[in-house]
């Protein structure tokens, strides 16, 4: 893992005085790909050849490890670590989003931005999940992280005009009625924190003027 991640630290190195997005792409082979087109398939009745997203919604989230390089190397990988009990049920395929944000606002992007991403139960089909490296305790969301979720924010509506709504991790549940929500099992729910209320204001008041729908 350290030989993955080192090439990608010396890019930040050479490229900070330039700009803070940095392409950094995870693993999505053929495992992942399939993964993907069947879980599509199987939590929410569609059927692709290609597993792409039209985005509708922005999902913001935290990592819940201090560092960039721990949750880099959680996402990194096509299938699901052990550890991830509460999931794996459901399926085999890991976590991932297409944006990675460090605790000092430096935004890397793990793959493309319609790319499938297993991040939200229920939203996956339409939402573009952002992690921000931290959590609500030990490692706080920074300043720099919110200005970057911004900019990345203001950035995605304009490539995507037909994204409506940015929620925070822990109101996805909010959804279950709505008719962009598709998971097939009525059973099938995680209880999330994350990013918390406290963000998501500070987040939506510096977004005011793009009219962006909240939890329903």
Excluded at 24 to 47: C, H, M, N, T, W
Excluded at 94 to 113: A, K
């Amino acid at each position: 893992m350290k030989n993955l991640i080192y090439p990608i630290l010396i890019l930040f190195i050479v490229s900070c005085t330039k700009h803070k997005w940095i392409q950094a792409p995870i693993v999505f082979d053929e495992e992942r790909e399939q993964l993907s087109l069947q879980y599509l398939k199987d939590r929410y009745g569609i059927v692709q050849d290609e597993a792409i997203i039209d985005p509708k919604m922005i999902v913001i989230h935290w990592t819940a490890i201090s560092t960039f390089e721990g949750s880099y190397k959680a996402f990194y990988p096509s299938k699901l670590p052990g550890a991830r009990g509460d999931i794996q049920s459901a399926s085999a395929l890991n976590v991932s989003v297409p944006f990675l944000i460090d605790r000092d606002g430096t935004t890397y992007q793990l793959m493309p931005e319609n790319k499938f991403g297993r991040h939200v139960i229920g939203l996956n089909h339409c939402a573009i999940g952002v992690e921000n490296v931290g959590d609500g305790n030990q490692y706080p969301l920074t300043e720099k992280q919110l200005e970057a979720n911004v900019k990345l924010i203001r950035k995605l509506v304009k490539m995507y005009p037909d994204i409506k709504y940015l929620i925070g991790h822990h109101e996805y549940q909010s959804f279950q009625d709505h008719e962009l929500w598709l998971e097939k099992d009525s059973n099938y729910r995680t209880v999330k924190s994350d990013p918390g209320d406290a963000f998501m204001q500070s987040l939506r008041a510096s977004l005011k003027d793009l009219q962006l729908k909240g939890p329903e």
